[in-house]
């Protein structure tokens, strides 16, 4: 018997990029470059300032950079920061049947992993597909009773999403990204 988590790793490591259909192709990089504008618009917010600080002194390899930022860190620490300066206005994107916003966590992963695997433009637009896909399929699989029940379905689905993405940008196969 497959599980879902199988199924949906299946559904990543096989998504070819030359057969995404065009649409969601530019779905998905406007996704992108919303995320860097949000991320960018983080930055100096204090909270965020002291955050950035704290992860600096952690050190680590180089990893991945940081959006807005002449930092490189580990990829996961990397990420971990720009999906916090992605989400501090909350002004990304809205998967309203969730409701979520997956954007940060996806986008954060793909990146930081895409870099660190020295990906391709089009393997990086599938991870964003594939961690979009899985992300919103969760998010809509819970639906609204599950935020009505207390929980952040941006907490709660859109990490899925980002490992997704983040194992597909890496070439992981299926059982890797499971």
Not at 120 to 138: D, I, P, Y
Not at 142 to 170: D, E, I, K
């Amino acid at each position: 018997m497959t599980t879902a988590s199988e199924q949906l790793a299946d559904f990543a490591a096989a998504l070819d990029p030359a057969r995404i259909d065009p649409a969601i192709v530019r779905k998905a990089k406007d996704h992108l470059v919303d995320a860097i504008g949000v991320a960018c618009a983080g930055l100096d917010e204090p909270q965020v300032r002291s955050v950035a600080a704290t992860v600096r002194r952690w050190g680590g390899a180089s990893e991945a950079g940081v959006i807005g930022l002449d930092l490189r860190l580990p990829a996961p620490k990397a990420a971990f920061l720009n999906a916090l300066h992605t989400r501090i206005h909350t002004f990304d994107d809205t998967h309203e049947t969730g409701p979520s916003h997956p954007g940060a966590s996806v986008v954060s992963g793909a990146l930081a992993a895409g870099e660190l695997a020295q990906t391709s433009g089009r393997v990086l637009l599938s991870a964003l597909v594939a961690g979009f896909e899985v992300a919103t399929r969760l998010s809509a699989a819970l639906g609204p009773n599950h935020y009505g029940s207390g929980f952040h379905s941006t907490g709660t689905c859109a990490p899925f999403g980002a490992a997704v993405a983040a194992g597909r940008a890496r070439g992981l196969n299926a059982a890797g990204i499971a």
